[in-house]
């Protein structure tokens, strides 16, 4: 009888404590419900997570691996409707400085088309060394070191310099060529932001301020000073990169954000589908 009695005590504080559980989880469950409505998705994971670790076998588990799933799509949606306001915004702004600059776009060959300044168009800048600044439409940014002269110098990269002796160099070039145009030699080395050794930085950092240009890497060497008017340009042409560039990560975030509502939509309706 002593055995009997030993067991069934062990039976009901078993019980009681399985009882005190599951209302401790249902109670952090529904701490979980109360956080998502207010928004607070971060303290609405908290309690779950709390759930799993405390309370690994209670029921309240089972609908807190549902209700994380709402969670998730909360937090999408309501990401998304936040990215989609940025990328208006973002629009608005890119759509208030485009007119400034010229547009160019081959439909027969070019895809993306691209912005230049309207004092670095070809019919402004014949017979003449400088670097020519461009954007295309997806934010991505090229510096071109343009020569012209009697005698090709064969220069592959380009170093910026102040008067105080800071300086930044390009790699070689991986995109250029040469030709010649009634005599007069052409050399043309294109260096994408990313991959141009911050030379597009300096010179936006340094635009108000005299800037030696050395067009290095060929048989001779050859330099000048960046005319303010081609500071200026580069200056632009980056401001309207940096508005093009974050208008395209908007974009892709949107879409990532597209696809994660789509994939936890679709498992809410498999889990639905399996009841």
Known sequence: MKKISI???IVIVLTACGDNEEKSAQARLQAAQTALKQGDFSGAKLQIDSIKQLYPRSEARKEGVKLMQQIDLSEQQKSLAYLDSMLLIKQKEVDAIKGNYVFEKNAEYQKIGNYFHPGQTVEKTLHRSFLRSQVNELGVMTLTSVYCGRTNIHHSAVKVSDKEGNFAQTPPSRDSYETTDLGEKIE???????????????IYLNKDHPIKVAYIGGDRAFSFTMSEADRKALAAVY??????????????????AQLKIAFVSRKMEEAKAKQ
């Open 7 to 9: 067991i069934a005590l």
């Open 188 to 202: 043309k080395s294109d260096y994408k932001m990313g991959n141009d050794g911050d030379v597009i930085g300096f």
């Open 239 to 256: 401001e309207l990169s940096q508005l093009l560039s974050s208008t395209e990560q908007i974009k892709k975030e949107i879409k990532e």
